[in-house]
């Protein structure tokens, strides 16, 4: 069965634009979640989707989003990037979000210059 | 407030040598717990899991962990340490009907030869 699969893996942009971020989970699972990781904050929740509604979020701004489609793939949208954006953002996949362990794929590493 | 507190930001041990790695928990009832390991970047890899019953759970890579409800803690073991798991270890914690996974900081493990 294929992972957790991640696209682009390496994003390079510049302050002020806007970027989407794809993720495909795991056949099966319906669970998917954003997380920010940086040296300095650790793993950050941003948000989870389940069968296309969100059923969680953290504390992030308004310029990071998300979405799932109805074939589980979802995408993350962070607008109006600020240098601090800078960051690997992981997604996870599992069954349904919550008994179950997460997956995760590999990461997109995002550079904001 | 749910949180997950890994004491250790580093760990150094000689190859061979056994290793424990400490998490600690803060959580109403009793949580779903996990301990995940990444290599340098890579996504995270579930390394064991503990939901219910027999309080010592084994994971991949010879790797253990023990649930002491008393002390909320989940504490990751491995009695003979090789130089490929010298990687960051981290703790988390979901609740039940939650849907947010809480991750510590990370422990990263460093070993000599």
């Known amino acids: 069965k294929a992972g957790v699969t991640q696209t682009p893996r390496y994003l390079i942009k510049t302050r002020g634009q806007q970027v989407t971020l794809s993720c495909s989970p795991i056949s099966g699972h319906r669970s998917v979640s954003w997380y920010q990781q940086t040296p300095g904050q650790g793993l950050q929740f941003l948000f989870e989707y389940f069968s296309e509604t969100q059923r969680n979020k953290g504390n992030f701004p308004g310029r990071f989003s998300g979405r799932q489609f109805s074939n589980s793939r979802s995408e993350m949208n962070v607008s109006t990037l600020e240098l601090g954006d800078s960051a690997l953002y992981l997604c996870?996949?599992?069954?349904?979000?919550?008994?179950?362990?997460?997956?995760f794929g590999p990461g997109t590493r995002l550079t904001v210059t | 407030a749910q949180s997950v507190t890994q004491p250790d930001i580093h760990i150094t041990v000689s190859e061979g040598a056994s290793l424990e790695l400490r998490c600690n928990y803060s959580?109403?009832?009793?949580?779903?717990l996990f301990w995940y390991v990444q290599s340098p970047g890579q996504g995270l890899q579930l390394l064991l899991k503990y939901f219910s019953g027999d309080t010592l759970v084994q994971g991949i890579k010879g790797f253990e962990a023990e649930f002491k409800r008393s002390q909320s803690s989940f504490n990751l073991r491995k009695p003979s340490v090789h130089w490929s798991d010298a990687a960051e270890y981290f703790c988390?914690?979901?609740?039940?009907?939650?849907?947010?996974?809480?991750f510590g900081t990370g422990t990263r493990l460093k070993v000599l030869a």
């Open positions: 988390a914690v979901v609740g039940s009907g939650t849907y947010k996974y809480i």
């Open positions: 996870a996949s599992s069954i349904d979000g919550t008994a179950y362990e997460q997956y």
């Open positions: 959580y109403g009832a009793t949580p779903y």
